[in-house]
């Protein structure tokens, strides 16, 4: 048995055209590839690849919430185009906003591109879980949940999956532990669990 809480999360790409075949999702391998690094979890991916259909994805997410994921994350069809309806599918399904999710990742991504204020990501809880709308480039992905860091390694601007473990804590999710190599996750002291020996 592992020392370290089982964890169920669901990863959604929404894209009209990787889930009608025209080309291959690049998100859900994107996804599951970072999560597997920066947690030392065991971790029980459920998957979805869906077209960008608002009611379609609020049904998704609400039946990944029923299936017990703590962590929902979504990628793709978070633009201003017509097509793109993820946040307000999200939205439509919350019981609370987390603004600073989605205000962070515009952060970041402002650093690389002008046009990162025309991305509309928004996260959510619903029950006991988080959902998270990551862009929809794995490059994006990564730098969005890793942060930035220096040359050097040393952490310039955070990510946003810093907040997450914590966050879970607080709705009553498993105790997510992060590969500190990847992602350092923060905690206030009384919020830290002590070593098994």
Do not use: H
Request: with cysteine; proline share 8%; hydrophobic share 40%.
């Amino acid at each position: 048995m592992s020392e370290f809480d089982a964890v169920r999360i669901g990863i959604v790409s929404v894209s009209d055209r990787a889930s009608s075949g025209v080309y291959q999702d690049k998100g859900l391998p994107a996804l599951k590839d970072w999560l597997s690094r920066a947690l030392k979890n065991p971790i029980t991916f459920d998957e979805r690849l869906i077209p960008d259909e608002q009611a379609g994805i609020s049904a998704a997410l609400v039946s990944l919430v029923d299936a017990g994921c703590a962590l929902v994350l979504t990628t793709g069809g978070t633009g201003p185009a017509p097509r793109d309806v993820t946040p307000e599918a999200t939205l439509a399904i919350a019981d609370k906003e987390m603004p600073g999710f989605g205000e962070q990742m515009r952060q970041i991504s402002l650093r690389f591109v002008p046009t990162a204020i025309l991305s509309r990501q928004v996260a959510v809880i619903r029950g006991k879980s988080l959902v998270i709308n990551l862009p929809g480039q794995p490059k994006s992905i990564q730098e969005t949940l890793e942060g930035l860091k220096s040359e050097q390694g040393e952490q310039l601007v955070n990510g946003i999956f810093a907040a997450v473990p914590y966050c879970v804590d607080l709705i009553g999710g498993p105790y997510l532990e992060t590969n500190d190599a990847v992602c350092k996750a923060f905690r206030p002291k009384s919020a830290v669990r002590p070593l098994k020996p």
